[in-house]
C-alpha cells in the first residue's frame, strides 16, 4: 500500500535541542560583567524589537540598548527561519529553523538581549503580506504577538520593517503590520482575553527603523560610542552577534568610529505635544526612574526601593575592578532591600492552565509594571553581588547522554575566587531545592563539591515541533513557577510563545549562597559534560535525555526505479544510551513486493553499545511512496525512533529526531547507459545521494579537489546550488569547466544568485533584476515553450504531472535579461507578474552543452518530489543523443585533496 503524507523537507522528522543558554550576560566575564550589573541595577524600562526572521533584528540598536543603556531588550521574531538556505551545511525545513534558532540565542548571548519567538513556520518567500497571511492566519499570528507583548510588558516596541511593500519580503511585510497591530490591541481584553493570552498591557511608545524602511527618521543615535571596560563599541559588539547568522552568509565587519542608526517614531500614549524630531530619546514621557514603580509598591515596597536606590548609587561610586570585594556591602544592602520587595508584590495572574490559579490575583497596570521591573532588579542584584565576591558554579555529569528513566552521579561545584568566605545553604537541581544540614563555608581561593545523581531527564523536545496546522506550529504549553523562570519540571502551563527562548533548560542547578549578611540564589547553571578536545581545548556539551535504544537509517527516504527489480543494502545503526544490557526484537516494517533478509532479528546490546546491522531488500515496488521501518522492542517497551547530532562550531548540538522507518519512493524513470558524472556539491544539496539510489554514477568532489579530477572520463559536471558563490576556488576554476564543455562535456549548473552575471561564470551573459524573480508558488503553471526541447523529452518524457506535489517554490533567482544564444523551453511565473524563461537555460557550446537551471530540485529532489527525479536526470543528459553510443570511459574514484 502506497502512502503519501503532507510533503515535509523533513520527512517524519522531530527536533530535540540540548541548548546551553547562560545569564542573559553570559559572555561577559569579570569587569566587563560587574560594571554592566552594577550600572544597570535599578534600570527598568523595556525594549521588544519585532521582525520576521532570524537575522531580521537590529542587532546594533539591541546591542546599545542592552549593553550600552543597560535596558531589558529583547526580540521578536515572527518565524524560526525554516524556509531558508544554508550556507554551511544541507540542513533545510524544520532542522534549518532549529540551526537558527540556536544562531539567535547565540547572538542574544553576545548582545545581551532576550528571545523569543511565535508559531508561525517559515513556508519560504513571499511576495505580499497578503499571500503570508493566508498561510500563518492574521488573528492567529496577532494572538502570538500580543501574548508576547504582554508576558514581557514592554514600554516600547520598535519594528524593523515599515508593514508596506516597501519591505518587500511579504513575511517582513507581515511582521510590520502585527507589530503596529499589537501595540494598538495589546490592552484589548475583550478580543483578546486575560486567561488566555495574559493580563493586558498598554505599551507607551512605538517606532519604526529607520535604516531601510523608507521612514522618516526623528530620532538618531551613536551605536558606535565606545565602552571603555568592555574594550570595543556597541557597533563592535553588534558585528560579532550578527555574524553568528552563518547558515545565511552574515558575517559582518566589526566596525569602529561614529556609526550613526536612527529611529521613526510613529505612535505616543505619553507626550502627544512633543514633536517626534524634538525627541532625545525613545523613552521621552516615559518615567524611567524607580518613582514610575510607586504606584505599584506599597509603602513598605516603595521605602525599601529608595533604600535600594542609595546603596545601588554608592555601589557605583565605590566600584573598583581591582578590589571588586568593596562594592560587596552595598550590593548586598540593594539585593536585601529588592528581595524584600519582591517577596510582597502579590503574585500577578498569568495566562489559563496555570494550576494553583487560587494564588494569583488580578493585577493593575502599575502592579504589572513593578512586578516586572522588581524581578529583573533581583535578578541583576543577586549576580551582580555573586560576580564581585568571585563566585562561579558548575553543573557536571559523567557523560552527555542519560537514558530516560536512568540516572548517573552528576557533580556541581561552587568557586570562591575573591578574597571573602562565602557560605552554601541549599542546593536547587532541576527545580527541587534541598536545604543543607549545615551551611558550607567556602574560603577564598577554594571550592565546595557535592555530588548528586542526575534522575530519568525528561523528554522536553521544542515546545514548537511535533506537529503543525498548516504553516503554524502547534500552540503548545510550557512549564514555568509562579514568576515565569522556566523549568523542566517546575509546575504549571503557560502558552509556549510566552516562554523566553533564552530561559529553557532540560536541567539545571542553583545554590544558594550567603554573601556578606545576604543569601541569594545563583544563576541557573545547566549540566554541561566536559572534556578536553587535543586540539580544540576544553568542550561543554550539554547534558540530556534520550530514548534507552535509538534506531537510525541514514537516510529519511530512499529512491528506486519503479516496475525494476531492486537488491541494495540499509544500514540501522542502534545505540544504547542505558548503563545496563538490554535485549531487544527488532520488527521490520515493509511494503508488499519486497523482501527482507537480516541474520539478527534478535539483539542483545551491552551498555552505551552501538552496533551496525546491514538490511538486505530485494524485490520489485510499482510508483509510489511506501513506510519501511525497524521497531525494537525490550523489556521496557517498544522504540522506534532515533537522532543524528548536527554540530556547528558557533551553536550547540542538535539533535535531530525521526522515527526509525524512512520512505522508499519509486518512480518510473529511465537513465541512460554510460554516464559519468562529477558532482560539485553547493549548498544545503542533498541531491547527489538520490541520484546514486536511481542509478546514476555520481562522484563528489570539493572546489578544492576539482584540479586533480580527469575530466576526459566524465560526460558530466554537476554544479550545485549557489557553489559558486560559497567557493572562490570554484569560481577561480571556471575557465577550465567551460573548457571541458567545448571539448564535447555536459555541465549542468543549479541557481546562483548576482554573481553568475559576472563576465565569464557563463558561456554567455545573463543580468539579474536588483531583486531577482522568483516563483514563489509551488502549484504555478508551467508552461512549454517548446514541446521538442530534448530536455523535457529524453530520456524521460515530463508531461504535466511533472509538476505536482512541488514543495515550497518553482524557482528562484532568475535572470531577467537572456542572452539570444540560450534555449528556454519553459515559462513561468507567478500570478500578476510578468513572463519569465529563465527556469531552464541550454546552449550548445564548442562542442558541449551547457544547461542552467533556477529550478529548486535541491528542495523536490530530497523531498522525494517524482517529477523533480526525471528532470534532474534530463537535465545532466543533455549533452547526450539519444542514438549517441555510450562512451567506454571509467568513473573516477574520490579524489583526495
Not at 145 to 170: E, Q, W
Request: glycine content about 8%; charged content about 20%.
Amino acid at each position: 500500500m502506497t502512502m503519501r503524507p503532507p510533503r515535509t523537507l523533513v520527512a517524519c522528522a522531530v527536533l530535540y535541542l540540548l541548548a546551553a543558554p547562560r545569564f542573559a550576560h553570559g559572555q561577559e566575564r569579570g569587569a566587563a560583567a560587574l560594571d554592566h550589573l552594577v550600572h544597570g541595577l535599578l534600570v527598568t524600562p523595556r525594549v521588544l524589537v519585532i521582525a520576521a526572521h532570524p537575522d531580521d533584528e537590529d542587532t546594533q540598536l539591541i546591542a546599545w540598548l542592552s549593553r550600552g543603556r543597560h535596558i531589558e531588550t529583547a526580540y521578536l521574531s515572527l518565524t524560526r527561519g525554516d524556509g531558508g538556505q544554508n550556507l554551511i551545511g544541507n540542513e533545510l525545513g524544520e532542522a534549518l529553523g532549529a540551526i537558527r534558532t540556536q544562531e539567535l540565542l547565540a547572538a542574544r548571548r553576545i548582545d545581551g538581549g532576550h528571545q523569543y519567538f511565535t508559531r508561525a513556520y517559515d513556508f519560504g518567500f513571499s511576495k505580499s503580506a497578503e499571500e503570508t497571511f493566508t498561510h500563518w492566519g492574521h488573528e492567529e499570528l496577532l494572538r502570538d504577538v500580543v501574548t508576547v507583548v504582554r508576558a514581557f510588558r514592554p514600554h516600547v516596541i520598535v519594528a524593523v520593517f515599515s508593514g508596506t511593500a516597501r519591505d518587500g519580503h511579504g513575511h517582513h511585510q507581515v511582521s510590520g503590520i502585527v507589530a503596529r497591530e499589537a501595540y494598538d490591541l495589546s490592552a484589548d481584553t475583550v478580543r483578546f482575553p486575560a486567561a488566555t493570552y495574559g493580563p493586558a498591557w498598554e505599551v507607551p511608545k512605538f517606532y519604526r527603523g529607520a535604516r531601510f524602511t523608507g521612514v522618516q527618521a526623528t530620532l538618531s543615535f551613536n551605536v558606535g560610542e565606545y565602552d571603555p571596560v568592555a574594550g570595543r563599541s556597541y557597533a563592535e559588539i553588534a558585528g560579532e552577534s550578527r555574524s553568528q547568522h552563518r547558515s545565511q552568509g552574515f558575517g559582518v565587519l566589526q566596525r569602529r568610529g561614529v556609526i550613526v542608526a536612527a529611529v521613526s517614531r510613529q505612535a505616543t500614549r505619553v507626550n502627544e505635544a512633543t514633536p517626534a524630531t524634538s525627541e532625545t530619546s525613545i523613552f521621552d514621557g516615559i518615567d524611567t526612574t524607580i518613582a514610575r514603580l510607586d504606584a505599584g509598591l506599597s509603602s513598605d515596597g516603595r521605602h525599601m526601593l529608595r533604600t535600594a536606590l542609595e546603596h545601588a548609587d554608592s555601589a557605583r561610586a565605590t566600584l573598583d575592578f581591582r578590589r571588586p570585594e568593596q562594592v560587596i556591602p552595598h550590593l548586598s544592602m540593594v539585593a536585601t532591600a529588592v528581595a524584600a520587595v519582591r517577596s510582597r508584590m502579590p503574585t500577578c495572574q498569568l495566562p489559563v492552565g496555570y494550576r494553583r490559579r487560587q494564588d494569583f490575583v488580578n493585577c493593575t497596570p502599575a502592579q504589572l509594571d513593578a512586578g516586572a521591573a522588581v524581578e529583573q532588579m533581583y535578578e541583576r542584584s543577586a549576580a551582580a553581588l555573586l560576580e564581585a565576591a568571585g563566585v562561579a558554579v558548575e553543573a557536571t555529569a559523567e557523560r552527555e547522554l542519560l537514558a530516560f528513566g536512568d540516572s548517573m552521579p552528576a557533580m556541581i561545584t561552587v568557586y570562591n575566587r575573591g578574597r571573602q568566605p562565602v557560605a552554601v545553604s541549599a542546593v536547587r537541581l532541576n527545580g527541587h531545592t534541598s536545604q543543607l544540614p549545615n551551611p558550607v563555608v567556602i574560603a577564598p581561593d577554594s571550592a565546595w563539591r557535592t555530588s548528586r545523581m542526575l534522575v530519568g531527564l525528561l523528554d522536553t523536545r521544542p515546545w514548537w515541533l511535533g506537529g503543525r496546522k498548516g504553516d503554524l506550529f502547534a500552540d503548545k504549553r510550557s512549564p514555568a513557577d509562579g514568576l515565569g523562570r522556566v523549568s523542566a519540571i517546575s509546575s504549571g502551563l503557560l502558552r509556549g510563545v510566552a516562554i523566553r527562548e533564552d530561559t529553557r533548560r532540560e536541567s539545571e542547578a542553583a545554590v544558594a549562597v550567603t554573601v556578606g549578611n545576604v543569601t541569594v540564589e545563583s544563576p541557573r547553571e545547566p549540566f554541561v559534560y566536559r572534556f578536553a578536545d587535543p586540539v580544540l581545548g576544553e568542550q561543554n556539551r550539554p547534558v540530556g535525555g534520550a530514548p534507552a535504544v535509538s534506531l537510525s537509517f541514514d537516510r529519511g527516504l530512499e529512491w528506486m526505479q519503479a516496475g525494476k527489480s531492486v537488491d541494495k543494502m540499509l544500514r540501522l545503526t542502534l545505540q544504547s544510551y542505558s548503563t545496563t544490557a538490554r535485549r531487544y526484537s527488532l520488527n521490520v516494517v515493509s511494503p508488499n513486493g519486497l523482501t527482507v533478509d537480516s541474520a539478527t532479528r534478535k539483539i542483545t546490546l551491552e551498555p552505551l553499545e552501538m552496533r551496525e546491522l546491514f538490511l538486505r531488500i530485494r524485490g520489485t515496488l510499482a510508483e509510489g511512496r511506501y513506510q519501511f521501518g525497524v521497531i525494537a522492542t525490550g523489556e521496557m517497551g517498544q522504540y522506534a525512533e532515533g537522532f543524528r547530532t548536527i554540530e556547528y562550531s558557533h551553536i550547540p548540538p542538535i539533535r535531530l529526531y525521526r522515527t526509525s522507518g524512512l520512505w522508499l519512493q519509486a518512480v518510473k524513470i529511465t537513465v541512460p547507459a554510460g554516464l559519468q558524472t562529477v558532482y560539485v556539491q553547493g549548498v544545503g544539496d542533498l541531491s547527489a545521494a538520490g541520484l546514486r539510489q536511481l542509478g546514476v554514477p555520481v562522484t563528489v568532489v570539493t572546489p578544492q579537489e576539482l584540479p586533480l579530477v580527469d575530466l576526459t572520463r566524465v560526460t558530466t559536471v554537476i554544479v550545485g546550488p549557489r557553489a559558486y558563490q560559497a567557493s572562490p576556488e570554484l569560481r577561480a576554476y571556471n575557465q577550465r569547466l567551460l573548457q571541458f564543455v567545448k571539448d564535447g562535456g555536459t555541465m549542468l549548473v543549479q541557481y546562483g544568485q548576482q554573481e553568475m552575471a559576472r563576465p565569464g561564470m557563463m558561456p554567455y551573459p545573463v543580468s539579474f533584476a536588483r531583486s531577482a524573480q522568483r516563483v514563489t508558488l509551488e502549484e504555478a503553471p508551467v508552461s512549454v515553450r517548446d514541446p521538442k526541447a530534448q530536455v523535457l523529452n529524453w530520456p524521460n518524457r515530463i508531461s504535466e504531472r511533472d509538476w505536482a506535489d512541488w514543495v515550497q517554490e518553482r524557482s528562484l533567482y532568475m535572470p531577467s535579461v537572456i542572452d539570444t544564444n540560450y534555449a528556454a523551453p519553459l515559462e513561468m511565473h507567478d500570478p500578476g507578474e510578468p513572463e519569465n524563461t529563465g527556469a531552464i537555460l541550454t546552449t550548445r557550446y564548442g562542442k558541449g552543452t551547457y544547461v542552467y537551471t533556477t529550478l529548486s530540485l535541491f528542495r523536490q529532489f530530497p523531498a522525494g518530489v517524482p517529477g523533480s527525479a526525471r528532470l534532474f536526470v534530463n537535465l545532466l543528459s543533455a549533452g547526450r543523443a539519444p542514438t549517441r553510443p555510450a562512451p567506454a570511459r571509467q568513473a573516477p574514484s574520490r579524489v583526495q585533496p
